[in-house]
């Protein structure tokens, strides 16, 4: 494919690997979760070089700029020479693990705890 035209949306973030599933980046390009050149995109958009594509992964946001343009699936080796990856580095494991969490099946929190939820939160008083 010549590096000037340009791939569906949803077909290129399955082709660099960031979904495992095309039905999957499509879902995430609906529901809101993918934005290309800053504004929301659709799974149907075309996108080409130098647009910058920022979606959310996981819980982690995910910035990208196409390089090359491709429509099939690409071994790990071939992606960097498709996209630049310009994503902030995650966060330290020190700080997901100081997340209080609640063990499974323990039940709806208290009011106590609720409040100290929202307080973590910032949504407290």
């Known amino acids: 494919m010549p590096e ?3 791939v569906r ?3 290129w973030i399955w082709a660099v690997r960031l979904f495992k599933t095309r039905s999957a980046a499509a879902a995430a390009c609906r529901s ?3 934005r290309v050149n800053g504004t929301a995109a659709k799974p149907g958009q075309r996108v080409g070089p130098d647009d910058e594509v920022r979606l959310r992964v996981g819980g982690l946001e ?3 700029v196409i390089i090359r343009p491709i429509s099939k699936r690409v071994g790990a080796a071939v992606v960097s020479e498709c996209m630049i990856d310009r994503s902030p580095p995650p966060p330290p494991k020190e700080v997901l693990a100081s997340v209080p969490r609640r063990d499974r099946g323990a039940g709806r929190p208290t009011k106590r705890e609720r409040r100290d939820i929202d307080k973590l939160r910032g949504l407290g008083i």
């Open 4 to 6: 000037n035209q340009s």
């Open 9 to 11: 949306l949803d077909s």
């Open 32 to 34: 809101g979760h993918v």
């Open 62 to 64: 995910k910035i990208v």
